[in-house]
């Protein structure tokens, strides 16, 4: 097994982890869209953006199988079956998620129940948007002098609660910037694990809402004050936490803002 096909897109019988990207279409990878092209079966997460969707050719079955926190979501055992089903009925199937398949996005256990069960599969890369939200909103999540390292988190663990298995205490001693998934529901307890650790509270912290789509906006605010600010803004989701010295730069690079025109609110007037 190899991690890129030679082809284009799935053979029949095999299963392609494919990654969507942040949500605009235009990010999405040339091989991605092969694969949407020549797929039979696709099974799609809650994607951000769904126009990537539309690349999918007439005539092929599109399951929705997303999870959204506080929503019914399909149960990984679900998604999982059907893959394999689709995959012994000669199809050729595409597991469509956000992002990329590897990154917070339990590929990996896709990937594992598929080789148990003998289904080829391969993996397509996708943009995600640990780097591409903050680089929609200017913050480069490293930058010499400032910041020379890059954790990524998931802000809460298959419980809903903040994860016990992060050293928080670690991170806030590392200087590395920290970006954060899936955050804003335990955005307070993560906070206070990291004001408790020693991070200051005057730490820049970033919150960008729907990275590269029409309505993304970034909340500019600090340790302190973030989980009060995002109450007030209403921040809508997907939403990503940077926080780190580099959240201080969004909005001061000179940014050529696209059609999206992402708006970028401080604190102070996000009441």
């Known amino acids: 097994m190899s991690f890129l096909a030679a082809t284009d ?12 990207g942040p949500g605009d279409p235009e990010l999405l990878t040339l091989r991605a869209a092969n ?11 809650a994607l951000p953006g769904r126009g ?85 909103a200017g913050i480069p999540v490293t930058h010499r002098g400032i910041a020379s390292a890059v954790t990524f988190v998931t802000g809460h663990d298959e419980s809903g609660g903040l994860p016990t298995s992060v050293d928080w205490d670690a991170l806030a001693r590392s200087g590395a910037t920290l970006v954060a998934f899936m ?12 004001l408790a650790a020693g991070l200051l509270a005057g730490t820049p912290v970033s919150v960008i809402s729907q990275a590269s789509l029409p309505g993304q906006s970034t909340l500019a605010s ?38 999206a025109a992402p708006r970028i609110r401080d604190a102070a007037t996000a009441s």
């Open 183 to 194: 955050a804003l529901s335990c955005l307070d307890e993560m906070a206070v694990r990291l």
């Open 52 to 136: 990537v969707l539309r690349l999918v050719r007439a005539g092929a079955t599109i399951i929705p199988v997303g999870k959204r926190k506080a929503a019914q979501a399909t149960p990984q055992s679900t998604i999982i079956a059907r893959m394999i089903a689709g995959a012994r009925a000669g199809q050729r199937v595409v597991r469509l998620k956000g992002g990329d398949p590897f990154l917070f996005g339990r590929g990996g256990e896709e990937a594992a129940a598929l080789a148990a069960s003998g289904i080829p599969w391969r993996v397509v890369p996708g943009v995600t948007s640990g780097t591409a939200a903050p680089a929609a």
């Open 9 to 20: 897109g799935p053979r029949p019988g095999e299963v392609w982890l494919v990654g969507a």
């Open 222 to 259: 600090t340790l302190g004050a973030c989980t009060l600010a995002v109450r007030r803004a209403g921040i809508p989701t997907p939403a990503l936490v940077v926080i780190g010295r580099v959240a201080a730069l969004g909005g001061t690079l000179g940014l050529v803002p696209d059609e």
């Open 35 to 45: 694969a949407l092209r020549r797929a039979d079966l696709v099974l799609h997460d």
